[in-house]
Each structure stands twice: as structure tokens, then as C-alpha cells.
Nanobody
Framework: QVQLVESGGGLVQAGGSLRLSCAAS????????MGWYRQAPGNRRELVAT???????NYVDSVKGRFTISRDNAKNTVSLQMNSLKPEDTAVYYC?????????????????WGQGTQVTVSS
């Protein structure tokens, strides 16, 4: 099994910054893609940013130029630096990891989610 533990959410005024971090642990052979998603009340969960093991990055248009995703492959961590926050960024943010695991002679992949961390941006 794999666990993802997030930290760094909180309450901030519009224009402020927050940094989210996520650490993966467990029976990990390798981690392929990692990313951050968010879900506001009444809305679907949406992709915010993703990063591959090779460093290829993708952002949703609404956060481009404000958010920066990074990862440390050696530590199995991913972070999201969020600057110039807006009230519409308010949501629960979830870490996601596409993990390869080995059990005996079998190799398999599964996606895991963190428990979520609340980000609230006041106007």
C-alpha cells in the first residue's frame, strides 16, 4: 500500500501565497506522474497541475503564471507553490500519484490520493 500525506493548506488573503507539500510512502518501486487536483463545494474535482518523473509539467489555464509545481524524485515528494492567490482558488486540494509497485514477480500500477488539504482565500 501507498500513503500520500499532504500539508500546507490554510487561510490566506487574496494576493497572498501558500505552499502545499505531499509525501508518498509505502511499497513504492517508482512514481510516474504526480499532481495536484482541487475540488470546490458543488464542483467537480479538477486538475490543477501535474508533473511527470521526467519533469514535464502541465497546468490548468487558470493557474498558469501563478502556481509552480515541483517534485523530488529521491524523496517521493511533490509541492505546489501558489502565489497571487484569488478567492476562486478556494478549494480542497488533493495530491495524486501514479505509483508502480512490485509484489513478488509482478509489477503493477495504481493511482493514489491524499486526504486533501483546505485552501481558503479571502477577498
Amino acid at each position: 500500500q501507498v500513503q500520500l500525506v499532504e500539508s500546507g493548506g490554510g487561510l490566506v488573503q487574496a494576493g497572498g501565497s501558500l505552499r502545499l507539500s505531499c509525501a508518498a510512502s509505502g511499497s513504492i518501486f517508482s512514481i510516474n506522474g504526480m499532481g495536484w487536483y482541487r475540488q470546490a463545494p458543488g464542483n467537480r474535482r479538477e486538475l490543477v497541475a501535474t508533473i511527470t518523473s521526467g519533469g514535464s509539467i502541465n497546468y490548468v489555464d487558470s493557474v498558469k503564471g501563478r502556481f509552480t509545481i515541483s517534485r523530488d524524485n529521491a524523496k517521493n515528494t511533490v509541492s505546489l507553490q501558489m502565489n497571487s492567490l484569488k478567492p476562486e482558488d478556494t478549494a480542497v486540494y488533493y495530491c495524486n500519484a501514479d505509483v508502480t509497485m512490485i509484489s513478488g514477480s509482478y509489477r503493477y500500477r495504481a493511482a493514489y490520493w491524499g486526504q486533501g488539504t483546505q485552501v481558503t482565500v479571502s477577498s
